[in-house]
T-cell receptor, first 114, second 115 residues
Framework: AQKVTQAQTEISVVEKEDVTLDCVYE???????LFWYKQPPSGELVFLIR??????QNEISGRYSWNFQKSTSSFNFTITASQVVDSAVYFC???????????FGKGTSLLVTP | DARVTQTPRHKVTEMGQEVTMRCQPI?????VFWYRQTMMQGLELLAY????????DSGMPKDRFSAEMPDATLATLKIQPSEPRDSAVYFC?????????????FGPGTRLTVT
């Protein structure tokens, strides 16, 4: 069975602070993919990143960075110098050998205040 | 700018009525997914198709839900009869062929309220 745990339900930060969203996953698959999606207040789900299980390189995209560690089954997401527009619910998700469907965590609601 | 489209965006209906939700996947994508989002359960998979054939519908209540892809540009999700517990946001997502099926792009969702 696959499981994604986002232990942080809600996080509140002040603009320009750095914030890290945690994601821990469980899977028996040897090949799997990890994802982050953003859901702003408007409700749509926005794809942010996909990472496969063989690529443990960290990735940086602008103010966003992702840290993938297989040893701890974690795929954490850091926003540097947060902005009000970053306020959203962020979902971590997992997909494995059994198919392409995504197993989502419960999400972390991030509030960035001015 | 290719996007997944869903109609209607909002639907309010009475218990017992039939509800049909429609999705147009991104042109060229051959994998289509239906997810449901509720406060209690979060985001959960209902069904998905590849090349219009259903691959997995284990997440769908079979007695009242049905999903089809009449053609490559249209996916439908029907609920008959609807119940208040079906109130949720229903998302359609599409993905490319092969390995790209893992990269799913979501539509704006249909917010369903059953009274």
């Amino acid at each position: 069975a696959q499981k994604v745990t986002q232990a942080q339900t809600e996080i509140s930060v002040v603009e320009k602070e750095d914030v890290t969203l945690d994601c821990v996953y469980e899977t028996r698959d040897t090949t799997y993919y990890l994802f982050w999606y953003k859901q702003p207040p408007s409700g749509e789900l926005v794809f942010l990143i996909r990472r496969n299980s063989f690529d443990e390189q960290n990735e940086i995209s602008g103010r966003y960075s992702w840290n993938f560690q297989k040893s701890t089954s974690s795929f954490n997401f850091t926003i540097t110098a947060s902005q009000v527009v970053d306020s959203a619910v962020y979902f971590c998700a997992l997909s494995g050998n059994s198919g392409y469907a995504l197993n989502f965590g419960k999400g972390t609601s991030l509030l960035v205040t001015p | 700018d290719a996007r997944v489209t869903q109609t209607p965006r909002h639907k309010v209906t009475e218990m017992g009525q039939e509800v049909t939700m429609r999705c147009q996947p991104i042109l060229g994508h051959n994998t289509v997914f239906w997810y449901r989002q509720t406060m209690m359960q979060g985001l959960e998979l209902l069904a998905y198709f590849r090349n219009r054939a259903p691959l997995d519908d284990s997440g769908m209540p079979k007695d009242r839900f049905s999903a089809e892809m009449p053609d490559a540009t249209l996916a439908t999700l029907k609920i008959q009869p609807s119940e208040p517990r079906d109130s949720a946001v229903y998302f359609c997502a599409s993905g490319g062929a092969g390995d790209l099926s893992y990269e799913q792009y979501f539509g704006p969702g249909t917010r369903l309220t059953v009274t």
